[in-house]
């Protein structure tokens, strides 16, 4: 790995990380969220709805390669054909049950962010790279997302000071909402999934989502730098498996 050239995104890193995913979600919460205005927090949502996308075929994956746990059938009944979004105005009726992916796209109908080519291009390139990523990474990579990577990176998406909009507010409270599902003590979604383990194999998934997201808004990489040199070697347990 150290003859690759990477791209880092400066940031104070935790040194003590077991993992490089840390880093890269350090690197991630790290970006220059507070400079976004409204219209690219818009293109952020764009990215994260590709991002939804394929935390949702992860999801299944997971399920597939372990279809008596029962925390993961929780976990998916928390995050699709759910109505805990329910109700939003112009988004969700009353009720209405949906994956979570689902009402970011309807999100993104209130914003020409939602119609860009180009964004959308990058979504479906990021979309085809990770969904040829190994099954046991992609099943694994649910329990960085949800037992805390996921609520560190949508804090850090709220730092982004311009939420004006119908579409900016629906994202925001779907936001805030994610955080308050991850992180619910004791009920929470990090505590259905952490029984998975996790190593580097799931790096690829972090890394990928990092540079949709610098793509979709090229501000959030102001201070990225290239460098030769990855944080430290990525770091591989055997197998792969729910413990």
């Given at each position: ?11 104070q ?11 890269v979600?350090?690197?991630?919460c ?13 293109r952020?949502?764009?990215?994260y ?9 992860s999801?299944?994956?997971?399920r ?8 993961l059938?929780e976990?998916?009944d928390g995050?699709c054909?759910?109505a ?12 209405e ?32 790279k990770?969904?040829?990523i190994?099954p ?15 609520s560190r ?8 000071p ?9 994202f925001?409270?779907?936001l ?9 003590d ?21 890394t990928?989502?990092?540079?949709l997201l610098a793509t ?6 102001m ?13 591989f347990?055997?197998?792969l498996?729910?413990?």
């Amino acid at each position: 790995m150290s003859r690759t050239t990477v791209v880092s995104f400066r940031s104070q890193a935790n040194t003590s990380a077991r993992f490089v995913f840390h880093a890269v979600i350090d690197s991630i919460c790290d970006m220059a969220w507070d400079h976004l205005d409204s219209d690219e927090v818009m293109r952020v949502g764009a990215a994260y709805y590709f991002f939804s996308v394929q935390f949702r075929e992860s999801l299944e994956v997971a399920r597939e390669r372990h279809p008596d746990d029962a925390k993961l059938a929780e976990l998916w009944d928390g995050e699709c054909e759910t109505a805990n979004l329910s109700p939003w105005p112009g988004i969700a009726a009353v009720g209405e049950r949906m994956n979570h992916d689902e009402f970011m796209r309807r999100v993104l109908e209130l914003h020409p962010a939602g119609r860009d080519r180009r964004l959308a291009a990058a979504g479906l390139a990021y979309l085809r790279k990770t969904r040829a990523i190994d099954p046991a990474a992609r099943a694994a990579s649910i329990a960085s997302y949800e037992d805390g990577g996921l609520s560190r990176v949508f804090g850090a998406m709220l730092r982004a000071p311009h939420w004006y909009g119908s579409g900016q507010r629906a994202f925001r409270f779907f936001l805030e909402e994610h955080i308050r599902f991850d992180s619910d003590d004791g009920a929470g979604h990090g505590q259905l999934s952490r029984h998975i383990a996790v190593d580097d194999r799931i790096l690829p998934l972090w890394t990928a989502f990092r540079d949709l997201l610098a793509t979709a808004a090229p501000k959030l990489a102001m201070i990225a730098a290239v460098t030769r040199r990855a944080p430290r070697a990525p770091v591989f347990m055997r197998p792969l498996r729910a413990v």
